[in-house]
């Protein structure tokens, strides 16, 4: 034997440590999520749901969301003759995320077959999606969102719509005619100015084909391989949008040269980018001078998918959280089973199960725009619900990554990818205090919004008394205008609770409802999870969260 080098040996045999969260059915294990889209309406896809839910717990899709994480885009911005090719290459696994999501329908599936709960099934798919994978959810969101501007203007939606609503997802970096399906971007933020898109520096000048030149920069330009982008410049009645494609119609590379890419913390596998336009080709989309209202209506859907996706987030948290618990043993019992850890673990459910509730039910609102108290909720409850859920996201996956110990913060495990991504959705489309003074604009403009909210809560007035003692208290707080802008973030936070708390009593059972209305809306909140009061029905909340 060589003593310098002796055989490898192992010292001692691994116990005690869990194994990895694979081939489980992610919807099978979510009963609020299940429950939820089926009183939302799309009870219809629950088959449809189980088998998407086998695929995302799969071993292979797991792999997926890992490899296109850990192998992140690279920038291609010459071919090795020197000529500008501003390219991205993307690890095969991306590709495969993208194709499964175009393939569910999950960027248009609801408005190639519109139907009652179509919004709410493509919900359902897009939590379980996030659970393994976000970067891609970022093309497939500004889709979804651009497909409703697009439809307004004609000489667009005639080439691009079909190419839209297709179920194919086509990787080739070649003009759109020649594509099977495309994916839209979007193009506001500038150095100077992120939330106040008016800001804009980009110009636009009309030509005299009818087409428009683009001449600016762009700081954050997400996923650039995408075959179009919507972009906001300044024209000569004001903020205008354009609708700029990465090959103009003759064929020629649009004049959109990405600078580099952001070196962002988290959201590795999808590309972000600063570009600049130089002189690019683009059409007006919408009144010109009416830019933010064109992009806004984009912009709703995008805040949807916020909302969404950070439950799905906090959904993957919980679950490996749960998984990890039920296996580890500390102090001679599982810690699944120790007292303080399922006061931990419940609080995040009941937090994850009222996240889930609140944006399955905004769904629904997207699925009835026609009626007016759903469309009048949907302008109030999107800002309110990406406001809300976003914001919890990362304070919950930061513990569910404690309750992994040491290997939570190791990145051979799902924990620190989730804790990267866990922040994006609050920031993004939106930052938190723009969210807020959106819902003060939405009760300014819209008073009735605040009525159809109301409605939503009122019925479930004496399922408990701390709940309609908190109601009381914050129709008293509705009334009170003064300093209401910087009271927004509270006011917001209250309503969220409000709802929350509303939609679990009337749908959760009672352990579950009551355990949220007697932490969040009592007054006395503790303020980590893991302080529910000693008379919750731990068990029953445990065992709802991660049936076995
Ligand atoms: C990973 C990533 C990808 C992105 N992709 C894209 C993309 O594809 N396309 C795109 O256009 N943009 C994109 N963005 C940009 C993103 O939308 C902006 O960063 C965001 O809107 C905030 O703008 P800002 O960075 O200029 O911050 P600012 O506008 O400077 O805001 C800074 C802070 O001030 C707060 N604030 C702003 N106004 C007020 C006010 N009136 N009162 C109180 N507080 C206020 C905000 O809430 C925020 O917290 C991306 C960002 C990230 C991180």
């Known amino acids: 034997m060589d003593a310098k080098h002796p055989p490898l040996m192992a010292t001692h045999e691994v116990i005690n440590q869990a194994h990895a969260l694979e081939n489980y059915n992610a919807y099978a294990r979510n009963i609020p999520l299940q429950e939820a889209a089926a009183r939302e309406g799309a009870g219809w896809a629950h088959d449809w749901l189980m088998a998407r839910g086998a695929e995302v717990g ?41 194709g499964w999501l175009k393939r569910h329908g999950c960027d248009t599936g609801p408005w190639a077959e519109p139907k009652k709960g179509a919004h709410v099934a493509r919900a359902a798919a897009y939590v379980m999606f996030a659970e393994i994978e976000d970067g891609s ?51 506001l933020t500038e150095k100077q100015g992120g939330s106040d898109v008016r800001a804009n520096t980009t ?15 762009k700081w954050f330009l997400s996923a650039p391989m995408c075959d179009a982008f919507l972009v906001t410049a300044q024209s000569p009645k004001g903020l205008s949008c354009f609708f700029v494609p990465r090959w103009t119609p003759d064929g ?4 959109i040269r990405i600078q580099r890419f952001k070196d962002k913390m988290g959201d590795r596998s999808n590309a972000g980018a600063e570009a600049e336009f130089w002189g690019s080709t683009g059409w007006l989309v919408g009144e010109e001078g009416r830019g933010i209202p064109t992009v806004l209506e984009m912009g709703v859907y995008t805040r949807l998918d916020c909302a969404i996706g950070s439950t799905g987030i906090m959904r993957a948290a919980l679950s490996q959280a749960m998984h990890h618990t039920s296996l580890r043993a500390a102090f001679g019992k599982l810690l699944r089973q120790q007292p303080l850890m399922q006061n931990v673990l419940a609080d995040m459910a009941l937090e994850v199960e009222a996240a889930t509730a609140l944006s399955l039910r905004l769904a629904r609102a997207f699925d009835a725009q026609e ?14 619900a990406k406001y ?23 990145e051979e495990g799902p924990m620190p990818r989730l804790f990267r991504q866990s ?57 009170d205008a003064d300093a209401i802008e910087s009271r927004a973030r509270r006011l917001v936070q209250d309503l969220a609770l409000a709802l929350q708390g509303a939609l679990l009593l ?43």
Request: a neutral charge; charged letters at 25%.
């Open 58 to 98: 799969s071993a292979e899709w797991i792999e997926h969301g890992r490899l296109a994480n850990v192998n992140a885009p690279q920038l291609r911005l010459f071919d090795r003759y020197g000529n500008r090719r501003d390219e991205v290459e993307f690890h095969p696994s991306w590709h495969e995320c993208l």
């Open 137 to 187: 959810l970022c093309p497939t969101t500004m889709t979804y969102g651009a497909v409703p501007v697009l439809k307004h203007v004609p000489e667009i939606a005639r080439d691009w719509m079909p190419l839209l609503l297709s179920r194919e997802y086509d990787r080739r970096f070649i003009p759109a005619a020649q594509k099977k399906g495309v994916l839209i971007g979007m193009g």
């Open 203 to 217: 110009r636009a000048e009309q030509l005299s084909d009818g087409s428009w030149r683009i001449v600016g920069h």
């Open 252 to 255: 020629r590379l649009n004049e």
């Open 371 to 384: 009626d007016e108290a759903e469309s009048q909720l949907r302008r109030i409850l999107t800002p309110l």
């Open 388 to 410: 809300w859920i976003c914001k919890r996201c990362p304070t919950l996956v930061a513990e569910a990554m404690e309750v992994h110990g040491g290997n939570g913060y190791v």
């Open 423 to 479: 922040p994006l959705n609050s920031i993004w489309e939106g930052s938190g205090n723009v969210m807020c003074l959106d819902v003060l604009r939405a009760m300014a403009k819209h008073p009735r919004s605040v009525e159809f909210l109301m409605a939503e809560i009122e019925p479930a007035f004496g399922k408990s008394a701390v709940f309609d003692r908190w109601v009381s208290w914050l129709k008293d707080e509705l009334q």
């Open 506 to 548: 009337r749908f959760a059972p009672d352990y579950v409802a009551q355990a949220f209305c007697a932490t969040r809306l009592a007054g006395d909140w503790g303020y980590a999870f893991g302080t529910l009061p000693k008379n919750s029905d731990f068990e029953s909340i445990l065992k709802r969260a991660w049936p076995e």
